[in-house]
């Protein structure tokens, strides 16, 4: 199956940046990833929509995030990016990564949804 792996979180100032990538693998598929998005959940808290972006590059951004954020994709190497600038400690969580790829499997298409397992974002001073 495709597998998506965040990276890229750690402990930050206040005021501070981080980068986070989501690279996507699936040993000897073909496979495309139609959306994908970066999702955010606080301890305690629901997962909620950070930003998500299309194959073509359309993107959104929670108005939490908006103007401090900025996603990137790069669909020939299968990996999204997260900038994150002027990082507050209510953004302090876990960030995981979401994909939703079509493997093709000969004339079959199999269409699926994937999580990463997350990555750690604390904001403190």
């Known amino acids: 199956q495709v597998q998506l792996v965040e990276s890229g979180g750690g402990l930050v100032r206040p005021g501070g940046s981080l980068r986070l990538s989501c690279t996507a693998s699936g040993s000897d598929l073909t496979f495309t990833i139609n959306n994908m998005a970066w999702y955010f959940q606080a301890l305690g808290k629901e997962r909620t929509l950070v930003a998500p972006i299309t194959y073509g590059g359309s993107m959104y951004y929670a108005d939490s995030v908006k103007d401090r954020f900025a996603l990137s994709r790069i669909n020939a190497e299968n990996k999204m990016y997260l900038q994150m600038n002027d990082l507050k400690p209510e953004d302090t969580g876990v960030y995981y990564c979401?994909?939703?790829?079509?493997?093709?499997?000969?004339?079959?298409?199999?269409?699926?949804?994937?999580w990463g397992h997350g990555t750690l974002v604390t904001v403190s001073a």
């Open positions: 979401y994909g939703d790829p079509t493997i093709v499997r000969g004339e079959v298409l199999d269409y699926s949804e994937v």
